[in-house]
């Protein structure tokens, strides 16, 4: 199988069935929920939105804690959202991550781990970095997965 060149859209369009379009509507449906993001600490407001497999658009923002470590990010939020709305056997084809201030926004490592549980295998994320708009194959920001394989008795 050919994987997509990491800095050319039309290969990871192609790769993910997600034309350019779509994309952009993830974009802004992330930055416009990240307008609801409860960040008084941080002042760091984060929306996240996920194209599911049945076509459907959810979004989340993050919540803040005084206690940092209860804080919960958006793309988590989101997630939650989607199997709380529409049960777990959903799965995630692309998802974007937006800052309200511009700000370099790609998923943390907690939410990179929960979402390879629901995205599917050629799953897209649209987020910033330092060198301005990003879209990359899932697997390409998190190539290993936790896994748990319990043993079986014999």
């Known amino acids: 199988m050919l994987l997509p060149v990491e800095d050319d859209p039309v290969s990871l369009r192609i790769m993910s069935g ?35 497999d049945d ?12 206690s940092y470590g209860l804080t919960s990010c958006a793309e988590r939020n989101a997630l ?13 084809r692309a998802f974007a991550v937006a800052n309200r201030d511009g700000a370099p926004c ?12 629901f995205v599917t295998p050629d799953a897209v994320v649209c987020f910033s970095d330092r060198k301005g708009p990003q879209t990359r194959r899932f697997a390409e920001l998190f190539p290993f997965t936790f896994v748990f394989e319990p043993e079986t008795e014999a």
């Open 18 to 52: 997600i034309d350019e379009e779509t994309l952009e509507k993830l974009r802004s449906a992330a930055l416009k929920v990240a307008g609801n993001a409860y960040a008084p600490y941080s002042k760091f407001c984060v929306g996240a939105a996920l194209l599911l």
């Open 55 to 66: 076509g459907s658009v959810v979004t989340g923002c993050n919540v803040e804690n005084i």
């Open 80 to 92: 939650f959202r989607a199997i709380s709305e529409r049960g777990p056997g959903r799965r995630i």
């Open 106 to 117: 790609s998923p943390c490592g907690a939410c990179r781990q929960v979402m390879s549980e």
